[in-house]
């Protein structure tokens, strides 16, 4: 073996395994999520439902914007053999998030006072100027998530994820004098901070000798499938969300748009905690599983954890969302708990969705993927749109969205699962029969529960918690598919 090649083989002896690196990626996401999840409660007694609301529209062009601040090249950072082409890309990606932020001053400059009146935004012109930086920051950290995610520096990403959160969440409460200003500022500090710190040492670590603008061109060329398919089905499947909020801000206003960014950001944690690490490891893991022919064993052996991991949080948002989120949030967030209700099929199936959503990628079928998100942003907006032809009100507008997204996002899953040859109806028979154990399971708990703050609620929520925690041993512990029949 050459020096050369020796020079651009990953470490593997310092890397974690799989394995190892599912564990220490989920304990260091579940850490930054337990830190969100714990401050939230502080939070809502600190902003309105209509702070929040102005923060979701500003989440939701921040979206729009940062889902293409790469043009999606960071997708293609872990596919070449060569970690000398993997820094090229890693420099592709932030050229094209400079030119992203530069595109989008200019927009700021020329059509902010006009968007802040068509959503019916109630900030001030001066707050869109955050617009550009938080684009870049979530740019930047998104590289960086890639390029660790790759080297399989599962510790590194899984510190530099709660290094993140802990600042977004010290700026929130250091500055709720500000109001809206200080959620927005906070998720900007902390994507900047923590993408900023991690790249500057490996830059300082690795050197940039291996970046040449001839081999920068090259690789543009060799993936421009990723700008040209995957932009596009990104910007849907960011529109199918984040449009949302924007939508009802123009027509409901803000508290409304609070309400439910909120509920979708808590019952979404699940997916932030487990769903994203464990997406971040079988992303990396999938090019070598392709290669192998263990592509179908290893990506229905993922699918079945997650399916059974957000069993407990489904029937629980079910059951008793609501009452919860009153209890947790303040009484003021009570109808957050109704939306929460409506989304938990929606998130069931996004949580099994999103780690899996890599497979078109390693596969290269971003037509494939770019037909199947614009047909789901077209049947939501389609949905959107009749709910305002018809004067739906807001509260039954966003329970037939959140029952289409459902319906759609078990539609993309089936169809990226059939790829590699696993069926719908082998996923929900084991699906149901998961959902049917664990309702029996919790029934005494169900029928414990009374809503009131008294001993039978208490005694229902700790037969669920001790339950939940037993099932999740259970069913991240199980032997993988692939093992049983080797």
Not at 46 to 55: C, E, H, I, S
Not at 96 to 109: D, H, Q, R, S
Not at 281 to 287: D, G, I, L, R, S
Not at 417 to 439: E, N, W, Y
Request: glycine residues 8%; hydrophobic residues 55%; aromatic residues 10%.
């Amino acid at each position: 073996m050459n020096k050369q090649a020796l020079a651009t083989e990953p470490d593997t002896a310092a890397r974690p395994g799989a394995g190892r690196g599912v564990g220490v990626l989920v304990s260091g996401q579940a850490a930054a999520q337990v830190l969100t999840l714990a401050v939230a409660p502080i939070l809502t007694r600190l902003y309105t439902p209509q702070d929040f609301g102005a923060v979701a529209v500003f989440a939701g062009l921040l979206a729009f914007f940062g889902v293409v601040a790469c043009l999606r090249y960071d997708l293609s950072i872990a596919l070449p053999a060569s970690d000398r082409d993997a820094e090229n890309l890693v420099a592709l990606c932030l050229l094209c998030i400079a030119a992203t932020t530069a595109l989008c001053m200019l927009g700021v400059l020329l059509f902010g006072d006009s968007l802040i009146l068509a959503l019916n935004w109630s900030v001030d012109a001066s707050t869109l100027w955050l617009l550009p930086f938080g684009v870049a920051s979530a740019g930047l950290f998104t590289v960086i998530e890639r390029w660790m995610v790759r080297q399989q520096y599962f510790g590194q990403l899984a510190q530099a994820r709660l290094l993140r959160s802990v600042i977004a969440n010290a700026v929130q409460l250091a500055g709720h004098g500000l109001g809206a200003l200080a959620l927005m500022g906070g998720t900007v500090i902390g994507h900047g901070t923590g993408g900023l710190f991690w790249a500057v040492r490996e830059i300082r670590r690795r050197g940039c000798g291996n970046i040449r603008l001839v081999r920068i061109v090259a690789l543009a060329r060799r993936y421009k499938d990723f700008p040209l398919f995957s932009t596009w089905t990104a910007t849907f499947n960011v529109a199918g969300v984040h449009l949302v909020p924007l939508i009802f801000s123009a027509l409901f206003g803000a508290a409304v748009v609070g309400h439910f960014a909120f509920a979708l950001r808590m019952v979404s944690a699940p997916i932030t905690l487990i769903g994203a690490a464990i997406g971040s490891v079988f992303f990396a893991q999938a090019p070598a599983a392709l290669r192998a022919g263990r592509l179908p064993e290893a990506a229905e052996a993922l699918r079945r954890k997650l399916a059974s991991a957000g069993i407990p949080a489904l029937v629980l948002l079910i059951c008793a969302g609501p009452d919860l989120f009153a209890a947790v949030f303040g009484e003021n967030w009570r109808m957050a708990g109704h939306y929460a209700r409506w989304m938990a099929p929606w998130v069931y199936f996004q949580f099994q969705f999103s780690p899996l959503s890599c497979l078109p990628d390693v596969m290269e079928l971003q037509k494939m993927e770019l037909t199947a998100q614009f047909s789901t942003f077209a049947v939501r907006l389609a949905t959107l749109a009749l709910c305002y032809g018809f004067s739906v009100p807001a509260d039954p507008s966003i329970a037939v969205f959140s029952v289409v997204s459902a319906v759609a996002y078990l539609g993309m899953l089936t169809l990226f699962m059939s790829r590699v040859g696993v069926g719908l109806r082998a996923m929900l028979a084991h699906d149901a029969r998961q959902i049917l154990i664990f309702c029996a399971l919790a029934l005494p708990s169900i029928l414990l529960f009374s809503g009131a703050p008294d001993w039978r609620s208490l005694a229902s929520a700790i037969y669920f918690l001790a339950l939940s925690a037993v099932w999740m041993r259970r069913t991240l512990g199980a032997k993988r598919p692939e093992t049983a029949q080797a």
